[in-house]
């Protein structure tokens, strides 16, 4: 029995695109209830400045609020060495550096090149080696599986940049289909590709639903041995600047995707459905997906006990 | 480059639940428009008795219009000996006749034992030998992965009564995820053990998306061979005997996951989301599903040409 990660991302890239600003304390209640419901990494918030995405404007109070909480690793994102800085600072144990394979996505979104955007995570690692050597660096590789400003991303690049950013130190790769373009075959090809380049480093996945795919593209990725995955509670989020974009995978069905083919998560899904309907009155008139909290859990579900690490 | 059959079940199993009675001239524009589309095969309606769904109540109308429109292979679902007298008297060139796997499912659905179910199967058979012999009979297996009333469906029944139906003259056997219980290991193994009972009759799977793996479900019977796939536009759908049982897998993104793992629909999957938003102004209050519909196809999709069979 073999166990699979699942990170929320709710607080991160689910908040990015909804209406309301979420008041603080929710944000720590839903930490802390995702926790309880055994989820073991959450994206806490994002490190862009304030004035960009005014509902990270409270980063350093939710931060303050979480680290504390125990049994699961946070982790927050960052756009530069700006949101890097700030993330050691405040002590965060893993940051997460998001550039795309698609120049115009990268333009589009940090108004830079890809190459500098990589550039940059150099410099992130120096400082990170220099003033927080215990924080961990993920870097993650946006429209992985192609661009709906540029269209097609080729797949060398992908593989390219993996190396490149396993070469500067990157603790960890992560790789997206921010736009929801990928497809299982896809999947399959571009995480083998990938898992070449990368070695032992772990690997996540971050998958949108936009057009249907997305938990058919996690069991193809599960297939080749990718065991860790982002999504979110209802299945929130979007990018702003991927147009079309909408939610991540669904939190709740994607536990029960691993758990019933075989793959422990430790986590309690009907936790996680009583804490989307607590989202659900915080957040009126934003779409939630997902359909184990609608349809329940087939009454041959058994959860599988997850293994010590 | 392989075909894949995708049957719209819209006018049918689409329609099982929905709360307005869908005027004739609307299920035969429908029929027209998802076969100019490309959909190669069409579940036209259901020969169950007026009385149980009034919904089906104008069959014979809708079969005398929509059986003359060419291009297509039209099927209608019978629930016993009588529907199948009524199918081979309207000259339906294609039966389908569903069994429950689950006894406790076949007793709630049709008031009678599977093994009942099975010999009623031979009946119909029989009959259609003396009186209809150029009717294709396709026997489906409902419950096939497990049961809302029942619980566990032990899989060497599932085996046992597709051999059963091959031996007494199905000419194409269906399996049935009726609600919505199956995941992607399941269903590899399933759809192999019965794929080694019924040697080379045609096979098709009938999905519904009630716990959000209907696609990945898909995808992984592609993987093991599967060639034929029920689906409903808007992934309308549901049994009246299945509690909780939501919509069939969505036709518009299942086309899309068909074509962009590399296999041939035939299907033009911009006219079946124009068809959808028709088929949405006759269906106020009911739930659409699907995601191809909201977002649209990626920049980088190309559709495959269909191979001539």
Redesign the interface.
């Known amino acids: 029995m073999e166990n699979v990660i699942l990170r929320d991302v709710g607080l991160r890239d689910g908040l990015q695109l909804v209406k309301a600003i979420v008041p603080t304390e929710h944000k720590i209640e839903w930490c802390r209830r995702v926790v309880a419901a055994g989820v073991p990494e959450v994206e806490i918030t994002s490190l862009v400045p304030a004035k960009i995405a005014p509902q990270f404007a409270d980063a350093e109070e939710v931060v303050a609020a979480t680290l504390s909480i125990p049994g699961y690793l946070p982790s927050a994102l960052i756009p530069n060495a700006r949101g890097a800085e700030r993330g050691f600072a405040l002590g965060i144990p893993k940051l997460n550096y998001v550039l795309s394979a698609s120049e115009e996505h990268n333009l589009a979104n940090i108004r830079r090149s890809t190459q500098a955007s990589i550039d940059d995570f150099g410099r992130i690692v120096e400082l990170r080696n220099e003033t927080a050597p215990k924080t961990c660096l993920a870097a993650g590789i946006a429209t992985a599986f192609?661009?709906?400003i540029q269209?097609?991303v080729p797949e060398a690049r992908v593989y390219e940049i993996a190396a490149e950013l396993c070469g500067l130190g990157a603790d960890e790769i992560i790789v997206a289909d921010t736009?929801?373009?990928a497809?299982?075959?896809?999947v399959k090809r571009i995480l083998t590709g990938v898992m070449k380049e990368i070695g032992d480093r772990p690997l996540l996945l971050h998958l949108h639903?936009?057009?249907?795919?997305g938990?058919?593209n996690?069991?193809?990725a599960l297939e080749v041995g990718v065991r860790a995955f982002d999504a979110s509670i209802g299945g929130l989020g979007g990018c702003p600047f991927a147009p079309?974009?909408?939610g991540n995978i669904?939190l709740e069905?994607a536990a029960?995707?691993a758990e019933?083919?075989?793959f422990a998560t430790g986590i309690d899904i009907e936790a996680l459905v009583a804490l989307r309907q607590t989202v659900e009155t915080w957040l009126p008139g934003e779409r939630f997906a997902?359909?184990?909290a609608?349809?329940?859990?087939?009454?041959?579900f058994a959860p599988i006990h997850r293994q010590a690490a």
Do not use: I
């Not at 497809?183 to 896809?186: C, G, I």
């Not at 639903?209 to 795919?213: H, I, K, N, V």
């Open positions: 192609g661009c709906t269209g097609e736009v929801g373009y497809n299982p075959a896809q639903d936009t057009r249907g795919l938990l058919a996690m069991a193809a079309g974009a909408s669904n069905d029960f995707l019933a083919t075989g997902g359909q184990v609608q349809s329940g859990l087939p009454k041959t």
